[in-house]
């Protein structure tokens, strides 16, 4: 265990997302809380005087019993040292308009986590001092060691409005309080150009009164770790919960204070490795060609899978543990889509690869497809979803539309024309009677063409 520093040395960590099943795998649940464990357990090996967490330590707002079992046996570590944990509520651990009380709050009431908000509604002060005989639901700041911890809730869209509040009020409580050696502010929201691709973050202007009264800014909700100007640090989420993010770094912050300021450093958290493999099907031009194909690609990447694996961060107790896969098939498929048996595929993934779970995103295209996407009126764009598939639902809506068009009776109506085939395909995949069929179809007619009469037509 290291040397104790001049000030107090702190973990900074975020988004453990406890209770997260992800694709509906036990063990996945289970990666959740034992990375979570760790991560406080190496926490306490290296000496920390004190912990914040800067939200999502649940993943679903309905937190069920064993997801509470995780998060306080986690916690109870800390407890079994004296090290208070200092944490706030994300998106995912509670609704923004609160109703009863939530489960951060019942944890900060058994004294398992302090949990701080600012009351930005109200007409008393934005942050009230932490009463350790009487912590009530939540407070506004706590002091510990001579570090000043602020709290800022989840807001959404609406933290930038606050931001000058809260700087003000963190100033009031400075002035009022006596200045501490180190202010330290958390809060679960993302700074803009840090993440390619995603919009809706805080820019830089909007930190700058924060900026003149907080020493380090705490922050969670983007899962990848990354810091600006050598006072804003977010760690990014414990585990990877997708092949994109495991490209990025995760883990947690150690920081040393001192009379000249801070000292941070980034440890990798332990964690399950996610492997992409991305296959196009261009060049194969029968179900026969296009498993050789697979096959000998797959056997190409293992290396580098292998290699993978290798990190200690990766590792159980010095184990390789299961990756997930996340295969991605691209292209034109030459031979019928009936013939691409998706279920060979897993099956070869999971035997060669001994993956925990296979997640196939099949983006490829037919040429019975692609002929039809020739033939739309609309661009293609329409007719695919966020990561650039063709959705199956969006295309035949599209070609009902086009069908009805085409048809000068239904022109000014060929969104309800085209939501009735959908509906009439739905009743006869589902074997209904032909006159139950008929009765549909009469009925919609009715509905949307009362003037042409008659249901015998």
């Not at 941070?264 to 964690?271: L, V």
């Not at 099949?362 to 063709?390: F, H, P, Y």
């Not at 209904?432 to 063409?449: D, G, M, Q, Y």
Request: proline share 3%.
């Amino acid at each position: 265990m290291p040397q104790s520093s001049q000030g107090p040395r702190f973990v900074h960590f975020s988004d453990a997302h406890v209770g997260h099943r992800q694709y509906g795998v036990k063990k996945r649940r289970d990666d959740m809380y034992m990375t979570f464990r760790s991560t406080i357990l190496d926490a306490i090996d290296e000496g920390v005087d004190f912990a914040v967490f800067s939200g999502d330590l649940f993943h679903n707002k309905d937190v069920n019993a064993r997801a509470l079992s995780d998060a306080e046996n986690g916690l109870e570590e800390f407890a079994k040292e004296d090290i208070p944990v200092v944490g706030i509520q994300g998106n995912h651990d509670a609704n923004l308009y609160k109703e009863d009380l939530n489960w951060l709050e019942y944890l900060h009431s058994r004294g398992r986590m302090i949990l701080l908000e600012a009351d930005l509604q109200g007409e008393g002060p934005v942050f009230e001092e932490h009463d350790f005989d009487e912590p009530g639901t939540s407070s506004g700041y706590v002091d510990i060691d001579g570090v000043r911890i602020f709290g800022l809730q989840y807001l959404g869209q609406r933290t930038g409005d606050y931001l000058e509040d809260v700087a003000e009020a963190i100033e009031k409580v400075n002035e009022e309080e006596g200045e501490p050696e180190m202010t330290i502010l958390l809060g679960h929201f993302g700074i803009e150009d840090h993440v390619p691709g995603m919009a809706g973050g805080i820019s830089f202007n909007q930190l700058e009164p924060v900026e003149e009264v907080v020493d380090y800014l705490g922050l969670g909700h983007l899962h990848k770790q990354y810091s600006h100007g050598e006072w804003v640090f977010n760690p990014g989420s414990l585990e990877s919960h997708d092949t994109r993010e495991a490209q990025w770094d995760h883990g947690y912050y150690i920081v040393d204070s001192n009379e000249d300021g801070f000292e941070s450093e980034f440890y990798q958290s332990k964690r399950r490795p996610f492997f992409r493999i991305e296959f196009v099907v261009d060049n194969c031009n029968t179900p026969e060609e296009f498993e050789e194909e697979f096959e000998q690609e797959l056997d190409e990447v293992l290396p580098d899978l292998r290699s993978k694996q290798q990190a200690e961060y990766y590792k159980a107790g010095g184990d390789v543990r299961e990756p997930v896969i996340d295969l991605h098939l691209q292209g034109l498929l030459q031979f019928s889509r009936s013939q691409l048996d998706v279920d060979w595929v897993r099956d070869l993934v999971e035997k060669k690869t001994d993956a925990l779970y296979v997640n196939i995103s099949d983006a490829t295209e037919s040429k019975e497809t692609a002929d039809i996407l020739q033939e739309l009126d609309e661009g293609e764009d329409e007719v695919r979803n966020e990561d650039g598939q063709i959705d199956r639902d969006m295309l035949e809506s599209a070609v009902f539309r086009k069908l009805a068009g085409q048809d000068s009776r239904f022109r000014d109506k060929e969104e309800e024309v085209a939501e009735t085939m959908t509906v009439v395909k739905s009743s006869v995949l589902a074997d209904e009677s032909p006159e139950s069929v008929a009765e549909t179809i009469k009925n919609r007619r009715r509905e949307l063409f009362p003037e042409m009469g008659g249901d015998d037509e």
